[in-house]
């Protein structure tokens, strides 16, 4: 039997193969990483040109900002009604996906339309159908209910709309997932389940989500990165978070406070008590799943 020939068995080669990925990590990764503690350490004066050291006194500043306070709070907020959402009717609408027979990659497609839009251009579609003079939505919700819309003037309504364009964004990104996970699933296992008459609904969340609970696992934590960072379009463009702070994301307010107001040492304290709090919410959430998500052998 000839012997196996192993292609690269130097970790000289190894190395050198690996060395383009260090060197995009390092420059795009960890020295930004880096850089953005020790800035945090300074305050920035005159434009950002120079910085004064000052230790932790911008996360003393930020812990006791009763601005930052409601930021933080609103976007804990936000983002359990983003993750929440999200997996409820992507599961739902997923499911209804996986049964239909006829037709079915045409609604898959008008189903994850949405998340093939830039945010920047979703944002402004939604803000033109949901505008409180000109949209075409608010136009029927005032003529066919009592309900008026006037989001830009009241914080509530204003939350309440970004909250349903974020997970409207969103959706089409677990919809692919969740349909891919169900087809995976043995068809003898779904022939059974309906020949003891189990229901579509006990059949969904008995039988099919403790079967495919490590992609919903991989989507919680997606969905949790997605509704911290990325939808801050979604706020730029729509609201610029108001009216009255309502809608004043972490990520929002940490943009305004270095770019425009060019505290980039307070910005970078922002940046890592943000870094750390979806941190430490991925590993709780992955520690939880470990009691629940099933896993093949």
């Known amino acids: 039997m000839a012997e196996q020939v192993k292609p690269y068995d130097s970790r000289l080669q190894a190395g050198a193969l690996l060395l383009p990925t260090f060197a995009v990590l390092i420059a795009f990764l960890y020295y930004p990483s880096i850089e953005t503690f020790r800035l945090s350490l300074f305050e920035t004066l005159f434009l950002g040109q120079q910085t004064e050291w000052i230790g932790l006194q911008n996360f003393v500043d930020l812990a006791t900002s009763a601005t930052y306070q409601n930021s933080f709070t609103i976007t804990l907020l936000f983002a359990a009604i983003v993750v929440a959402g999200t997996i ?43 505008h409180p003079n000109l949209g075409i939505f608010t136009h029927y919700l ?27 964004k969103q959706l089409g990104y677990n919809i692919i997932f969740i349909v891919a996970a169900l087809n995976n699933i043995p068809k003898t296992l779904t022939e059974s389940a309906r020949l003891d008459g189990v229901g579509r609904l006990k059949m969904l969340f008995r039988v099919y989500v403790p079967l495919i609970s490590p992609t919903m696992v991989f989507l919680v934590v997606m969905n949790t990165i997605y509704s911290f960072f990325a939808t801050f379009p ?56 470990e009691d629940y998500a099933q896993y093949g052998a």
């Open 88 to 130: 409820t009717l992507s599961l739902l609408i997923g499911y209804m996906l996986f049964e239909v027979s006829t037709g079915s990659s045409t609604y898959l497609v008008a189903a994850i339309w949405p998340y093939a839009l830039p945010p920047a251009v979703a944002a402004i579609l939604l803000n033109f159908l949901m």
């Open 142 to 168: 005032e003529l066919l209910t009592p309900w008026t819309l006037d989001w830009f003037n009241n914080g509530t309504q204003a939350f309440i709309v970004i909250s349903i364009v974020a997970i409207w």
């Open 234 to 289: 979604l706020v730029d463009l729509m609201t610029s978070g108001g009216p009255s702070e309502a809608t004043n994301l972490l990520i929002f307010k940490l943009y305004r406070d270095a770019f425009e107001f060019s505290s980039l040492g307070y910005a970078s304290a922002q940046s890592v008590v943000l870094f750390l709090l979806v941190a430490i919410l991925m590993y709780v959430q992955i520690r939880i799943s």
